[in-house]
């Protein structure tokens, strides 16, 4: 059997000469459906290199109908120098065009062109302990490269896992420009907390499917050019301290009120205006090494001390007792105090060091009338609507990084407030973002695929606009586009009317006159967004409201005509609609009085069996939404008892 590169040669280098002095407008990959280029993997990571090869190699393929064939370092030098080489990866090649990747910063790349060569090379390094469950290799810079050059200059829009998902627009001749660009994406982080689909016999789907679409998500996610190069480092640091410490200092921590019992060990708050925490956590700094960045985020949840020395810190006081241990008053104070006497003596020692914690929960709002110490900086966990707040603590010298809880509002149903959420990061952005890490990327793929497209589009591209990523979006459904805007400014305008509460640690209000909160206190469900989102579901999209999104589903297939792909990207979003309905007809049978038994059972065979269809194709991960529901104690996968403290400070 002939290699590829021979083939290859046969079939095409003969007429290249002819055609090479036509082409000094830019290096051609493809001409009328004639491959006129080789991709070659570099030598220095081969097997990093050949998965950006390939990726390319299939993006070039679906755009033109033409597959390039992909060589070795040493293959290429049988190429005849009239064809275009994409050099792929850091090695012998990149380092004739004067590119060493070893001595690229973290996540950096480069994408040059010299002559008939183009190399999209970047530095490598292993995905951190946040991505590497998706794929080794989501990270990769020089996946970044070429995820660039295929936005840039192919067009190419990844909607959600998966080919259907992936869309390439068509063209029969490739030219690239002249590059010369060396970039890493500007923020340090940019990332969602993700609750993958695992594998299990109840789920119904096989250890095969779970692996390929974890490996779609994957690619999703490096296309998107997501990631983390490590500079910062948040969560709850103290999630330990109580069986390491307490029995020798039960001082250490957090005050209950009389008669109420301490929390659980991974949620124990500290005594923060106990000098004892402050020397212990700076001895742990120092028995560390004393890096640059330290982590000293709270635990989660309620549990605040109520002792007389951190209540002297608090503004407005003195306040009850209970309101303090349950968060129910501003506690910013004694956190910036915490915060100030750490950084005091650690960057006596370290001028340079940093602490990281959050604004969240009791301790969410700015610190009215308070300096802070240089060197802080705080994950923001907060409203789309909490710019006053942003600003307040940019303004006091905190270094801020968006971490909300958004995407927790809505459930499983098309809760799609895109544009105050877009909005808030190009905001953010202006206004010294560092990073951002979305809680959570549930896999809602079809209901609220657009809005972790959104965010990851203006993660990777703070050139566009929210409305030019909305169009980038429904560009994908051809003809029927018109159509799928409207989808979109439909499920918008009912988001608004909504006005789903947004969990900050206790949940925020959007407006307290919303249709969700007028409809949870009507039927006296919890109005916290992790629990009532779910509850009213049955209330919130009932067959009217879903009635006029099928409507416009229906005028899409009508305009996309005959195109099949497109046809299959509307049915994937008729999908979706598909399984909010049958979801929401499981709940409501749980919510009357006394459940027809034999009728809820014939419903959860059809959502298991419903499941099964529509998780590998990303549609919904039917696995995450039964285990999100346990955990959250909703019916009928959960007891039922939901409340409050079920949602453990989110």
């Not at 969560?235 to 929390?263: C, D, I, L, M």
């Not at 212990?280 to 985020?297: L, R």
């Not at 059809?606 to 990303?618: F, V």
Request: with cysteine; hydrophobic share 40%; glycine share 8%.
């Amino acid at each position: 059997m002939r290699s590829s590169l021979a083939l290859f040669t046969a079939l095409v280098i003969a007429p290249l000469a002819a055609f090479s002095a036509d082409s000094s407008a830019g290096m051609v990959l493809v001409k009328d459906n004639t491959a006129r280029a080789v991709i070659v993997t570099g030598d220095a990571a081969p097997a990093e290199s050949r998965v950006a090869a390939q990726d390319l190699q299939w993006h070039i393929e679906q755009a033109s109908g033409v597959r390039l064939p992909i060589v070795t370092t040493e293959e290429a030098e049988k190429v005849p120098g009239t064809t275009a080489r994409l050099v792929i990866g850091g090695g012998t090649l990149a380092e004739k065009l004067g590119v060493r990747v070893q001595e690229l910063r973290a996540e950096e790349y480069v994408i040059k062109t010299s002559g008939q060569t183009i190399l999209l090379a970047g530095r490598e390094e292993k995905a951190t302990t946040k991505t590497k469950s998706l794929v080794r290799d989501a990270s990769s810079a020089t996946r970044f490269a070429v995820s660039h050059l295929l936005d840039r200059h192919l067009g190419v829009r990844w909607l959600w896992p998966g080919t259907l998902g992936t869309y390439v627009p068509k063209q029969s001749t490739i030219i690239l420009p002249p590059l010369d660009i060396t970039t890493r994406p500007d923020l340090v982080e940019r990332s969602f907390l993700v609750g993958l689909p695992k594998y299990s016999a109840e789920a119904g789907t096989s250890k095969s499917v779970v692996n390929r679409m974890l490996q779609e998500t994957g690619n999703w996610w490096a296309h998107h050019q997501l990631g983390d190069r490590g500079e910062l480092e948040f969560g709850h640091a103290f999630t330990r301290w109580w069986e390491k410490y307490h029995a020798e200092h039960p001082n250490y921590f957090a005050v209950p009120p009389s008669g109420t019992a301490q929390v659980s060990t991974r949620a124990v708050k500290l005594c923060t205006s106990n000098p004892a925490v402050i020397e212990q956590i700076v001895s742990e700094w120092k028995a560390a090494g004393m890096p640059a960045v330290w982590n000293v985020g709270p635990n989660d949840g309620i549990g605040f001390c109520t002792c007389a020395r951190c209540q002297s810190l608090d503004l407005g006081g003195p306040h009850a007792a209970e309101d303090v241990w349950s968060g129910k008053v501003n506690l910013t104070a004694r956190h910036v105090a915490f915060y100030n006497e750490l950084l005091r003596q650690m960057r006596q020692l370290a001028p340079t060091t940093r602490l990281c914690s959050f604004a969240y929960s009791a301790y969410r709002n700015p610190p009215a009338g308070l300096s802070i110490e240089k060197g802080l900086a705080l994950e923001f966990v907060h409203s789309y609507t909490a710019r006053d707040e942003w600003q307040g603590w940019s303004a006091a010298g905190v270094g801020l990084a968006l971490r909300p809880n958004w995407l927790h509002s809505g459930a499983v149903a098309p809760y799609l407030p895109l544009r105050p959420m877009g909005e808030f990061m190009r905001f953010a952005r202006s206004n010294g973002m560092l990073m951002f890490r979305f809680d959570s990327l549930h896999g809602y793929w079809a209901m609220q695929g657009p809005s972790y497209y959104l965010i990851s589009r203006l993660g990777a591209r703070p050139d566009l606009t929210v409305e030019d990523v909305i169009n980038e979006y429904t560009s994908a459904f051809g003809a029927a586009a018109p159509a799928i805007h409207r989808w979109l400014d439909y499920w918008q305008d009912y988001s608004a009317k909504l006005a789903i509460t947004v969990a900050a640690g206790g949940e925020v209000c959007i407006d307290a006159n919303g249709l969700y909160e007028v409809t949870c206190r009507k039927y006296g469900y919890p109005t916290h967004p992790l629990l009532g989102s779910w509850q009213a579901l049955p209330q919130l999209y009932d067959d009217a409201v879903l009635a006029k999104g099928d409507a416009i589903l229906d005028d899409a297939v009508h305009l996309a005509a005959n195109d099949a792909e497109v046809t299959a990207r509307i049915h994937f979003l008729r999908d979706g609609l598909r399984h909010l309905r049958l979801l929401r007809d499981v709940i409501a049978l749980t919510q009357v009085t006394k459940p027809d038994a034999a009728q809820l059972d014939q419903k959860l065979k059809e959502l298991k069996t419903l499941h099964t269809e529509l998780s590998p194709r990303h549609v919904v991960w039917g696995d995450v939404v039964t285990g999100i529901m346990s955990k959250r104690n909703i019916k009928p996968f959960g007891t039922g008892k939901a409340k409050a403290a079920d949602v453990k400070g989110l």
